[in-house]
């Protein structure tokens, strides 16, 4: 949303989520750690409002989707079945000189060779697939057979509960588990901020239907996934949908098409909506030797469900959030605002409750304190109001709440719309009705 003449920037991002304390590295004290990002007080309640709507949306509001949440480590042999020990690997190249590791389809950002005398060329070895799965030990013991992996993605636990989810939840085909959670990979160039990092969130949903139907829900879910986006306040211009070339295809797709999003670096994925066809049901079938087809009650025909999924990567969406809210409003006579434009649905704090003078604190605790019952409402009383106001609004807060002398008489605030600016007068009491009406608004 950043003004023509000061077009956003991953270095803008960058430094207002540090200095705001919205993302910064892990493990910061020591130098950092690549691929590994922390989120600090606002973040994670820009995190959790978006894995909350989600939730809301896809599994809460409808009756043929139901929810899990599985461990990170599963049975080795899940990812032998997934194809994922063979396939999920990208080609890499070791530089002889320095040591440093590149994806052999990025030599071109591979940047000079810093160890080598008389050039600056690396000296490449051939390239070799690197499996990006994470690996770990179980137990004290160096036995082999007790290394595991960090699940690379979070649908494959679903797959392997199909059965016993179905059972459970008395659900019949068609039908959908979902699962928000931690998935790993060991990419070789972790970059873009958080974009591509080593550890990160996916919120997957995959929805088991009968073979016949799976094109008209291949199209359902798709134009469900892109409302979902547009809800949470993307411009339509900065949004689309591009479908995966055959040569592109991940090892377990037919048909993938990506949500994609206008990132400062180019167009770039932030989630794919994937026909899995029944390729994990049947290898979970093969390896496990448990049937995993189901039964028609009423045909009694038996198949194996084909998967339609839909997988967004929640980092990459918060990031997009944060690219999208970002706005330097010039206010004319040399002023200008940083102000987060987030859409009132995923702002981290929906309310700032700001006293005029320190000697209104009490009375103007007791707002927050009723407001706080509702959403994430904040309390400053520090500084002029004008700068208050500004860390407000560089923090995305919609609405903030001024408790000033006249209130002790007329019982009413000064509410001022972070977006327009504008103030208005409002009755204390009424102030819960007004926000819960404009957050309906904002659905
Ligand atoms: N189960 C299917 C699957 O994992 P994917 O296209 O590999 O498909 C889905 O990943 C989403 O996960 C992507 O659209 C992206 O948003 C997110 N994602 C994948 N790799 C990521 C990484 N290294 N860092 C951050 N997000 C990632």
Known sequence: MSSESTPVTMDKIVSLCARRGFIFPSGDIYGGINGFWDYGPLGVELKNNLKALWWQRVV?????????????????????????????????????????????????????????????????????????????????????????????????????????????????????????????????????????????????????????????????????????????????ESLRTRAHADDELAHYAKIAEDVEFLFPFDWQEIEGIHDRGDWDLSAHTEYSGKELSVTDPETKESFVPMVIETSMGVDRTCLALLVSAYDEEDLGDGDSRTVMRFSPLIAPVKLAVLPLSKKLAEPAREVARNLRRDWNCSYDESGNIGRRYRRQ???????????????????????????????????????ANLFRERMETAR
């Open 60 to 236: 809460r509001e409808r009756d043929d989707v139901v929810g899990i949440d599985s461990a990170i480590i599963t049975h080795p042999r899940t990812w032998e079945a997934s194809g994922h020990t063979e396939n999920f690997s990208d080609p890499m190249v070791d530089c002889r000189s320095c040591k440093k590791r590149f994806r052999a389809d990025q030599l071109q950002d591979a940047g000079a060779c810093d160890s080598r005398e008389g050039s600056s060329e690396h000296d490449f070895t051939e390239p070799r697939n690197f499996n990006l799965m994470l690996q770990t030990q179980i137990g004290a013991s160096e036995d082999a057979s007790l290394v595991a992996h960090l699940r690379p993605e979070t649908c494959q636990p679903i797959f392997t509960d199909f059965k016993r989810v179905r059972e459970t939840a008395r659900q019949k085909i068609p039908f959908g588990i979902a699962q928000i959670g931690k998935a790993f990979r060991n990419e070789i160039t972790p970059r873009n901020f958080t974009f591509r990092s080593r550890e990160f969130e996916q919120a997957e949903m995959e929805f088991f239907v009968h073979p016949s139907e799976r094109e008209q829900w291949f199209a359902h879910w798709q134009a469900e996934r892109v409302n979902f986006h547009l809800a949470l306040g993307f411009a339509s």
């Open 393 to 431: 609004d560089e923090i995305g807060t919609p609405w903030c709440v001024t408790y000033d002398f006249d209130s002790e008489e007329d019982g009413k605030v000064t509410v001022r719309d972070r977006d327009s600016m504008e103030q208005e007068r409002v009755a204390v009491g009424d102030l």
